[in-house]
């Protein structure tokens, strides 16, 4: 139950777009459309931005959008805003029933 | 309006145990599978544990299976995790979150879970 792969961190400036890699196995990402996506504002808790790799719950931005590609999805975050600095999670359902989540990106808004 | 609050996290002795309750209002909670997911201080997410609406359907993650069980009283519509063994790595704020559709759609707001001597 190793973590997923994120980058640590991604920048870019207000209305730029940005990419958020998510790397798992085929034992997680791979074989599984459920890929989801969570935001978290420092001392907050996390709030879900993307299920099913690319559906966006009731409440979230139409500026986020998901995608897969073999073992590795995507969080693209298009017309950056100043609101969207914040923690990002992948997380996928894997095999054996468990969920496993990414290593988180941090977002800044320069 | 859906909610869940949890309660019951605290300072406990490595080896002791603790039991955490999530509180759930505004949904059909039986019919919805509930888990736990932990953040320890200043790293990332970590699923921890979920069980399904009727209870009978348990699963956990390896760094907590045999120490911690989860459960859940659908009569008080509430949701519980029963940590044993505890370790200084459980140190976390520990989160209560309902799933839908293979996905944590509402989260509790946490509670702090201290493992220290």
């Known amino acids: 139950q190793s973590a997923l792969s994120q980058p640590a961190s991604v920048s870019g400036s207000p209305g730029q777009s940005i990419t958020i890699s998510c790397t798992g196995t085929?034992?997680?990402?791979?074989?599984?459309?459920?890929v989801s996506w969570y935001q978290q504002h420092p001392g907050k808790a996390p709030k879900a931005m993307i299920y099913?790799?690319?559906k966006r719950p009731s409440g979230a931005s139409n500026r986020f959008s998901g995608s897969k590609s073999g073992n590795t999805a995507s969080l693209t975050i298009s017309g950056l805003q100043a609101e969207d600095e914040a923690d990002y999670y992948c997380?996928?359902?894997?095999?054996?029933?468990?969920?496993?989540f990414g290593s988180g990106t941090k977002v800044t808004v320069l | 309006e859906v909610q869940l609050e949890e309660s019951g996290g605290g300072l406990e002795q490595p080896g002791g145990s603790l039991r955490l309750s999530c509180a759930a209002s505004?949904?059909?909670?039986?019919?919805?599978?509930m888990g736990w997911v932990r953040q320890a201080p200043g790293k990332g997410l970590e699923w921890v544990s979920r069980?399904?609406?009727?209870?009978?359907?348990?699963f956990f993650a390896d760094s907590v299976k045999g120490r911690f069980t989860i459960s859940r009283d659908n009569s008080k519509n509430t949701l519980y995790l029963e940590m044993n063994n505890l370790r200084a790595e459980d140190t976390a704020i520990y989160y209560c979150?309902?799933?839908?559709?293979?996905?944590?759609?509402?989260w509790g707001k946490g509670t702090t879970v201290t493992v220290s001597s």
């Open positions: 979150a309902k799933t839908t559709d293979f996905y944590m759609d509402v």
């Open positions: 505004g949904f059909s909670f039986v019919s919805n599978v």
């Open positions: 069980i399904t609406g009727s209870g009978v359907d348990t």
């Open positions: 085929s034992s997680d990402v791979g074989n599984y459309n459920f």
């Open positions: 099913e790799v690319s």
């Open positions: 997380c996928s359902f894997g095999r054996s029933n468990i969920y496993v």
